[in-house]
């Protein structure tokens, strides 16, 4: 029964693309990217995948996003979620932050079929209803990829599918912190879905963030919002 329902979604998505039903904003199925381009702000955003190495934390970063009280968005897997117990119970205290999920595992959603895809969203998703009473609302995939059937997926299960329009490149040792703040600065436009990684894997996140808050945003006349903040943001208004 619950294979043929979500096949009958999946053919409904796949209607609906070929139509070019999922444009609307409000629109349950779509994939969101940005945010309005009249808002005077960006989503930052931090994704908490399991690491096979490291404490999978970066605490210096949490710690000047914490003083600071800036907002934003952390993307967390279930495999990360039941190792940083104390982490996670902490950013859920804090209002300036939202939470959202990023897969059990962390694994490869197209390479799945629908039941084994349902598993893997919504583990955290049940993890955070169960152990935090906290419901979600907010999902982004594993790697950044999907599938038609994902976000049919995505959509049965009542969330909102969140990807990103600038990519900061933050996991690659390869970057330096003025590389990576380079291309993000130059991107960045009102509206704008940052991805960072908050687990460890950005060595030089702290500084980009630094560097965004202090310098970069307020030059373009930007605020860091979470991303309920940002979709839900009205206007500039006008002089």
């Not at 994902?150 to 969330?159: K, R």
Request: hydrophobic share 40%; with cysteine.
């Amino acid at each position: 029964m619950r294979r043929h329902v979500l096949l009958c979604l999946l053919l409904g998505v796949l209607s609906a693309t070929t139509l070019g039903a999922l444009v609307p904003v409000d629109g349950a199925a779509q994939v969101i990217k940005s945010g309005p381009p009249t808002c005077p702000g960006v989503a930052l955003t931090f994704d908490l995948c399991p690491v096979r190495k490291g404490s999978g934390y970066d605490q210096p970063l949490m710690d000047y996003l914490i003083k600071h009280r800036i907002p934003a968005t952390f993307f967390m897997s279930g495999k990360w979620m039941t190792k940083h117990e104390p982490e996670v119970d902490h950013l859920l205290r804090l209002g300036f932050f939202e939470v959202g999920t990023h897969g059990e595992v962390h694994a490869h959603l197209p390479m799945h079929d629908a039941d084994e895809q349902r598993t893997e969203i919504l583990g955290p998703v049940k993890l955070l209803q169960e152990h935090y009473a906290r419901k979600a609302t907010l999902f982004r995939p594993p790697y950044g990829e999907y599938n038609d059937l994902t976000v049919a997926v995505v959509n049965m299960l009542g969330l909102r599918f969140i990807q990103w329009n600038i990519e900061s490149g933050d996991p690659d040792p390869t970057l330096s912190s003025e590389q990576i703040l380079s291309g993000v600065a130059t991107r960045a436009k009102p509206g704008s879905i940052i991805v960072f990684h908050a687990n460890g894997k950005g060595k030089q996140t702290r500084q980009v963030i630094e560097q965004l808050i202090s310098d970069i945003l307020p030059r373009k006349g930007l605020q860091p919002m979470t991303v309920s903040e940002l979709l839900n943001c009205k206007p500039r208004a006008h002089d």
